[in-house]
């Protein structure tokens, strides 16, 4: 796994360069109450301030870093409204009496995001025209069917494309077909998480960066979290800190392995060429395990990434295997110049779903995006929200579940880059 950039810088990536302005933070400095302390400025942790905000909580949101620091700031910015794994069927027999609920929060997921961007005038480079996941292999179609058959029958707005207008639409022969949902669509991270900061302060919240929380201990009927420089009193806690869990919650950061995922934007491409790849300007993520997955920025940029399986020269060599698959799947655009590289983690667990805890009375978290967190976050965090703001377990559509850290926990991560390896050879069998 490459170095991490120190909390005190901004993570290079095409967003930083691009995204407009954060609003105005400071660190935390003294003693302040609140009803809501959350941890974490990325999507959940930002999505949960502005709904308790707005719901009538007062609520202090605290960032190691800057807003969007941790994966918020870094994906691809695909708005996608499914887990990367498990489909309908299997959420609902996994998650049991909240398996349906379930599904729908994943199902509305997109259309929230979008929601939010224009109900709040956020600058995120929005654009909600679908997304398309082409099939890799012949065989891959009748995954393809089974999910527009599963989600279509609980009421997304799916459908079937056949090899000729999967080709017309990726701008490309590459694939076999595929399916789309029409709610997805792409953003501007970066932007989202600054424009969700900007209305969350607008509705009351109070955002400190470069402000970690370094121990929550409970205090009577409260809880205390403690900063270098600062201490919060809440009634309730939100750990929104998913992938870049740290022990602030013992165990936490040990249910899931954070994984590399590294992204990479061309150089605006010439109109002529853009023309000619996503005409339509969709969001596309294969059916591969190594994903093969592509979008354009609104500067004309193509914006795609991959997998490897060591950290060692990262840069040097993702830009090579992705600069030849980029030629592969668009031979009209050859091995581009990528201008922007950076990476940042995945946070997977062992069942490849997301898991919800109430980890003590008043404090909850999820984590485990498996790769699919932009819209579940924003919805995740919109849910632990009307839970701290007084909303029954049993009226929410997640199932609360114990804290389970992996077993030999080491060992897993040591192992865990070796999966890209499993997942290329499972990709070239049917
Ligand atoms: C490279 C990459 C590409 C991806 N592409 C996509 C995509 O295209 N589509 C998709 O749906 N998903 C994608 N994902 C997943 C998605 O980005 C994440 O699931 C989502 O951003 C998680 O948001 P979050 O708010 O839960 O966590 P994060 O955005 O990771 O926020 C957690 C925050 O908590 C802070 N923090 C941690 N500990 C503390 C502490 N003790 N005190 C204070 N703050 C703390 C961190 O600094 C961090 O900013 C991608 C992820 C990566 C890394």
Not at 81 to 103: C, H, Q, T, Y
Not at 255 to 277: G, H, K
Not at 281 to 287: C, F, I, K, V, W
Not at 409 to 414: L, M
């Amino acid at each position: 796994m490459p170095d991490d950039v120190p909390l005190t810088e901004l993570p290079p990536s095409l967003w930083a360069a691009t995204a407009p302005p954060p609003p105005d933070t400071t660190a935390l400095e003294g003693e302040t109450r609140a009803d809501l302390c959350v941890v974490g400025a990325g999507f959940t942790g930002l999505s949960a301030a502005l709904h308790a905000a707005e719901g009538g909580a007062s609520v202090v949101v605290l960032e190691a870093g800057a807003i969007g620091w941790g994966a918020s700031g870094r994906n691809n910015g695909q708005v996608i409204p499914n887990l990367s794994r498990m489909d309908p069927d299997e959420i609902a027999r996994r998650f049991g009496e909240k398996g349906e609920a379930f599904v729908e929060l994943i199902r509305d997921s997109a259309a929230l995001v979008f929601d939010l961007i224009r109900q709040h005038g956020i600058a995120a480079e929005a654009v909600q025209n679908g997304w398309l996941q082409p099939a890799h292999r012949p065989s891959r179609m009748k995954l393809a069917e089974s999910r527009v058959r599963q989600w279509g029958s609980r009421g997304a707005p799916v459908e079937l494309l056949d090899r000729d207008a999967m080709a017309r639409l990726a701008g490309s022969e590459h694939w076999h077909g595929g399916w789309m949902n029409r709610t997805g669509g792409r953003i501007n991270p970066l932007g989202l998480a600054r424009g969700l900061a900007a209305a969350a302060m607008r509705a009351g919240a109070r955002v400190f960066t470069h402000s970690p929380a370094v121990a929550l201990v409970r205090e009577g009927g409260t809880w205390g979290v403690r900063t270098p420089r600062g201490r919060i009193i809440a009634d309730r806690v939100i750990l929104a800190t998913n992938a870049y869990s740290d022990e602030l919650w013992p165990g936490l950061r040990r249910e899931m392995i954070p994984v590399a995922s590294y992204q990479m934007a061309t150089v605006p491409l010439s109109d002529n060429v853009r023309r000619t790849i996503l005409p339509e300007g969709h969001a596309l993520s294969d059916t591969r395990g190594d994903l093969h997955f592509f979008r354009f920025d609104a500067n004309g940029r193509l914006v795609t990434g991959g997998a490897l399986v060591i950290g060692r020269n990262w840069r040097e060599r993702i830009v090579a295997r992705i600069g030849a698959r980029v030629a592969r799947v668009y031979p009209q655009l050859g091995v581009p110049r990528f201008d922007h590289v950076w990476w940042g983690h995945v946070g997977i667990t062992v069942d490849r779903a997301p898991h919800v805890h109430e980890l003590a009375p008043g404090v909850t978290t999820w984590i485990g995006c498996n790769g699919r967190g932009v819209a579940l976050g924003v919805a995740i965090g919109r849910e632990l929200a009307r839970q701290a703001l007084g909303t029954p377990w049993e009226h929410l559509p997640m199932l609360r579940e114990p804290l389970k850290p992996i077993p030999a926990y080491g060992f897993a991560r040591a192992l865990a880059p070796l999966a890209v390896l499993e997942r290329r050879w499972r990709d070239r069998r049917d």
